[in-house]
């Protein structure tokens, strides 16, 4: 079993940044194809970026050069850096994993595919 844990939101203006981390235990982060989802009032849980577990990184378009996924294998933890953000990335952010193994290319995008999922954060974004 993956246990998932997010923290780093809040509430913050319009053109600011945060960091989310989601710390993961039970299996280490190289071995997972991990990402971040997003779910908006009203709306499905959607990719916002991904890692596979062997690094390569994807993003859903409306975040492409502002978030940067990132992960730290010491720490088993991954990282979602979000700058210039908007009203609209308002949402609870997910943390998700999906177990590929080490080396792996298998880059998930929905949320079928994911087996394992932390209990979200929600980011505020006031403009």
């Known amino acids: 079993q993956v246990q998932l844990v997010e923290s780093g939101g809040g509430l913050v203006q319009a053109g600011g940044s945060l960091r989310l981390s989601c710390a993961a235990s039970g299996r280490t982060v190289s071995s997972l194809a991990m990402g971040w989802f997003r779910q908006a009032p009203g709306k499905e849980r959607e990719l916002v970026a991904g890692i596979t577990s062997n690094g390569n990184t994807y993003y859903t378009d409306s975040v492409k050069d502002r978030f940067t996924i990132s992960r730290d294998n010491a720490k088993n933890t991954v990282y979602l850096q979000m700058n210039t953000l908007k009203p609209a990335d308002t949402a609870v952010y997910y943390c998700?994993?999906?177990?590929?193994?080490?080396?792996?290319?298998?880059?998930?995008?929905?949320?079928?595919?994911?087996?394992?999922w932390g209990k979200g954060t929600l980011v505020t974004v006031s403009s």
């Open positions: 998700a994993a999906d177990y590929t193994g080490p080396y792996s290319n298998y880059a998930p995008s929905t949320y079928s595919e994911m087996d394992y």
